[in-house]
Nanobody, 122 residues
Framework: QVQLVESGGGSVQPGGSLRLSCAAS????????MGWFRQAPGKEREFVAA????????VYADSVKGRFTISKNNAKNTVYLEMNSLKPEDTAVYYC???????????????WGQGTQVTVSS
């Protein structure tokens, strides 16, 4: 049974930092993309970042480039999203997701976690 379990969300002031974790289980992930998405109230879910489990190539949304970093720990089957210089517009539920490797890192994810809330407010 595939499981993606996020943790690490919370409340932080603007300019602060948080690190999200996604523990992945239930299959061998070597041929998968692992992605982070977010959904703010009243808005559609949007892509944030993705990493290829093998090789570690990454891709980011323009809105988070230079502030967020996606990484992985193969031994722990865990993907991380380090978020720095947080802004109020980063407030959203953040979801971990997975899909088989192909040419499109932004779409077509078919495994999802339950989400973790990130609130950036003074």
């Amino acid at each position: 049974q595939v499981q993606l379990v996020e943790s690490g969300g919370g409340s932080v002031q603007p300019g602060g930092s948080l690190r999200l974790s996604c523990a992945a289980s239930g299959r061998t992930w070597s041929s998968y993309f692992m992605g982070w998405f977010r959904q703010a109230p009243g808005k559609e879910r949007e892509f944030v970042a993705a990493i290829a489990w093998t090789g570690g190539s990454t891709v980011y949304a323009d809105s988070v480039k230079g502030r967020f970093t996606i990484s992985k720990n193969n031994a722990k089957n865990t993907v991380y999203l380090e978020m720095n210089s947080l802004k109020p517009e980063d407030t959203a539920v953040y979801y971990c997701a997975a899909k088989r490797l192909d040419l499109d890192a932004l779409n077509g994810y078919n495994y999802w976690g339950q989400g973790t809330q990130v609130t950036v407010s003074s």
